[in-house]
């Protein structure tokens, strides 16, 4: 192999109360794939921020082409090369698909005015090259996510990096875009680009990674070849450990039914969808992106009024209700886009995990502080919430733990229905177990459940029945026993579906 294009020695950076990266060390050659694995928390994203800019070390180097150098702010990075595709969107809703690819770096004219034709045919061009049917001029907020995801692929790609860092790129795109996404990468390096690819599905790194290091606790554990690694060693080295079969075992659901859908309409997202969730049931809804899972799971929740139909739920008939109507009467709602609906970042862990429940911890209008810790920190100790304290800010999570204080935000509603649109991604395998066993665990104890995921062996390994969406009706329904990975690909592409 080459000499390596990119060295990191002892990279090391401490936050308050956490050591996120300890005297980290790896090496990329021009023209490699290298995967970085690990555990939400191990320090992937850190190193990654480091690499692009975003921080600085408190000691170490860096070496790049041979020579030491200081990367002092994102500008400085792209100068040298380097572009980083982030696991959460960073596109600015209200600017069209070409003004944020080249946001910071406009064509001008004489007169300073922009130019945005040549910023829409360049973009055009670069959307092409990845086949995609995007239109440049549209605004990012009219983007679907894996839409706004492939952007955030162009706008990288369009400063002629050197090295391209893509965190979690493939966490929201359907089979066929990441059949794309990876045949651009075999490209990419053809042409010589070095790559990090940071990725919880191990499959993928198999098939396009030529190298992988695995960190654990802020820690480099190992580096090795991708011929010489398996699924095992990989997870035993990433949690310590070794995990046995994630899924935890299902018991049977009561008959009582909980939530039914009667002929739901939402035009043009929804056309007359029925289904019905029985109390200790995990219902799966599985379907390509687009198909209309997640219009369903906001229309149950009252996000999104229904034009026609019935949402009954224990009975009860519910109208144009809205959302704090349904955590009123026991609804929960895990949401896919966890950094734009779920989350206030500018708050602490201890004020998100409370947003649901102030009517619960309050006195004369005036929260219980005593009563609000005592009740939040047995969920974050129980779902292993990685934090220094109940007042760190959320925003200094890693994503899984930031999933984790929302699953422990619901919990503490004490719902009766709990929906979860898309509960693990982004999150590493060992997170990945826990929550199957917190959904499992909530089922036995009698919640109803509700799963929107892209992953089929999560919707295979979890759910009791299976509901496949297509083009916004239901395209079939699957007993645990009769569903199989073929079966449900072939419902949502609308194929027979044989045996």
Same mark, same amino acid.
């Given at each position: 192999?080459?000499?390596?294009?990119?060295?990191?020695?002892?990279?090391?950076?401490?936050?308050?109360?956490?050591?996120?990266?300890?005297?980290?060390?790896?090496?990329?050659?021009?023209?490699?794939?290298?995967?970085?694995?690990?555990?939400?928390?191990?320090?992937?994203?850190?190193?990654?921020?480091?690499?692009?800019?975003?921080?600085?070390?408190?000691?170490?180097?860096?070496?790049?082409?041979?020579?030491?150098?200081?990367?002092?702010?994102?500008?400085?990075?792209?100068?040298?090369?380097?572009?980083?595709?982030?696991?959460?969107?960073?596109?600015?809703?209200?600017?069209?698909?070409?003004?944020?690819?080249?946001?910071?770096?406009?064509?001008?004219?004489?007169?300073?005015?922009?130019?945005?034709?040549?910023?829409?045919?360049?973009?055009?061009?670069?959307?092409?090259?990845?086949?995609?049917?995007?239109?440049?001029?549209? =605004?990012?907020?009219?983007?679907?996510?894996?839409?706004?995801?492939?952007?955030?692929?162009?706008?990288?790609?369009?400063?002629?990096?050197?090295?391209?860092?893509?965190?979690?790129?493939?966490?929201?795109?359907?089979?066929?875009?990441?059949?794309?996404?990876?045949?651009?990468?075999?490209?990419?390096?053809?042409?010589?680009?070095?790559?990090?690819?940071?990725?919880?599905?191990?499959?993928?790194?198999?098939?396009?990674?030529?190298?992988?290091?695995?960190?654990?606790?802020?820690?480099?554990?190992?580096?090795?070849?991708?011929?010489?690694?398996?699924?095992?060693?990989?997870?035993?080295?990433?949690?310590?450990?070794?995990?046995?079969?994630?899924? =935890?075992?299902?018991?049977?659901?009561?008959?009582?039914?909980?939530?039914?859908?009667?002929?739901?309409?939402?035009?043009?997202?929804?056309?007359?969808?029925?289904?019905?969730?029985?109390?200790?049931?995990?219902?799966?809804?599985?379907?390509?992106?687009?198909?209309?899972?997640?219009?369903?799971?906001?229309?149950?929740?009252?996000?999104?009024?229904?034009?026609?139909?019935?949402?009954?739920?224990?009975?009860?008939?519910?109208?144009?209700?809205?959302?704090?109507?349904?955590?009123?009467?026991?609804?929960?709602?895990?949401?896919?886009?966890?950094?734009?609906?779920?989350?206030?970042?500018?708050?602490?862990?201890?004020?998100?995990?409370?947003?649901?429940?102030?009517?619960?911890?309050?006195?004369?209008?005036?929260?219980?502080?005593?009563?609000?810790?005592?009740?939040?920190?047995?969920?974050?100790?129980?779902?292993?919430?990685?934090?220094?304290?109940?007042?760190?800010?959320?925003?200094?999570?890693?994503?899984?733990?930031?999933?984790?204080?929302?699953?422990?935000?619901?919990?503490?509603?004490?719902?009766?229905?709990?929906?979860?649109?898309?509960?693990?991604?982004?999150?590493?395998?060992?997170?990945?177990?826990?929550?199957?066993?917190?959904?499992?665990?909530?089922?036995?104890?009698?919640?109803?459940?509700?799963?929107?995921?892209?992953?089929? =062996?999560?919707?295979?390994?979890?759910?009791?029945?299976?509901?496949?969406?297509?083009?916004?009706?239901?395209?079939?329904?699957?007993?645990?026993?009769?569903?199989?990975?073929?079966?449900?690909?072939?419902?949502?592409?609308?194929? =027979?579906?044989?045996?």
């Amino acid at each position: 192999m080459n000499d390596p294009f990119l060295v990191l020695k002892n990279i090391s950076k401490s936050f308050p109360g956490v050591k996120a990266l300890d005297h980290v060390s790896l090496d990329v050659c021009a023209g490699e794939c290298l995967a970085l694995v690990g555990e939400n928390g191990a320090g992937k994203s850190t190193l990654m921020k480091i690499l692009s800019g975003a921080l600085t070390p408190d000691e170490g180097e860096i070496m790049l082409n041979g020579h030491r150098v200081s990367i002092e702010s994102p500008v400085a990075a792209r100068n040298l090369g380097i572009s980083m595709i982030y696991q959460e969107l960073n596109l600015l809703p209200e600017l069209t698909v070409s003004e944020n690819i080249f946001l910071g770096r406009e064509p001008t004219g004489m007169l300073g005015l922009l130019r945005r034709r040549e910023m829409a045919e360049r973009s055009s061009q670069w959307l092409a090259r990845l086949r995609q049917d995007i239109d440049s001029r549209r =605004p990012a907020r009219e983007l679907s996510l894996a839409e706004q995801q492939m952007v955030e692929i162009v706008k990288a790609l369009s400063l002629d990096a050197r090295l391209l860092i893509m965190d979690e790129p493939s966490s929201i795109l359907t089979d066929k875009e990441l059949e794309e996404l990876f045949r651009l990468i075999k490209k990419l390096k053809e042409d010589g680009l070095a790559i990090i690819y940071i990725s919880h599905r191990l499959e993928e790194i198999f098939r396009i990674c030529d190298r992988v290091t695995v960190m654990r606790d802020g820690r480099t554990i190992s580096t090795r070849s991708v011929k010489e690694a398996n699924h095992g060693l990989l997870v035993k080295e990433m949690v310590g450990r070794e995990l046995a079969n994630i899924f =935890p075992a299902r018991q049977e659901p009561a008959d009582e039914v909980v939530l039914e859908l009667k002929e739901v309409w939402r035009r043009p997202r929804l056309r007359g969808v029925s289904i019905i969730v029985k109390k200790g049931e995990i219902v799966g809804l599985s379907g390509l992106v687009g198909a209309g899972r997640t219009d369903l799971a906001r229309c149950v929740f009252g996000a999104d009024p229904i034009d026609e139909g019935e949402i009954l739920f224990q009975g009860r008939r519910l109208g144009h209700h809205r959302p704090d109507e349904a955590i009123a009467l026991g609804i929960g709602f895990l949401t896919e886009d966890r950094k734009a609906q779920g989350l206030l970042l500018n708050m602490t862990v201890r004020e998100n995990i409370s947003l649901a429940n102030l009517a619960r911890i309050a006195r004369a209008g005036l929260i219980s502080r005593t009563k609000e810790k005592a009740r939040i920190a047995p969920l974050v100790e129980s779902l292993h919430i990685k934090t220094p304290s109940l007042e760190q800010s959320i925003s200094n999570l890693s994503g899984g733990n930031q999933q984790k204080v929302i699953v422990a935000r619901w919990l503490l509603t004490e719902s009766r229905l709990l929906i979860f649109d898309e509960p693990t991604r982004g999150i590493d395998i060992g997170a990945k177990a826990e929550i199957y066993q917190l959904i499992s665990s909530l089922a036995n104890a009698g919640k109803s459940i509700l799963v929107v995921s892209s992953e089929l =062996p999560e919707i295979l390994g979890l759910c009791h029945r299976v509901y496949v969406m297509r083009e916004g009706e239901i395209a079939g329904e699957f007993s645990a026993a009769s569903a199989s990975q073929e079966v449900l690909l072939a419902a949502a592409m609308g194929l =027979p579906i044989s045996g």
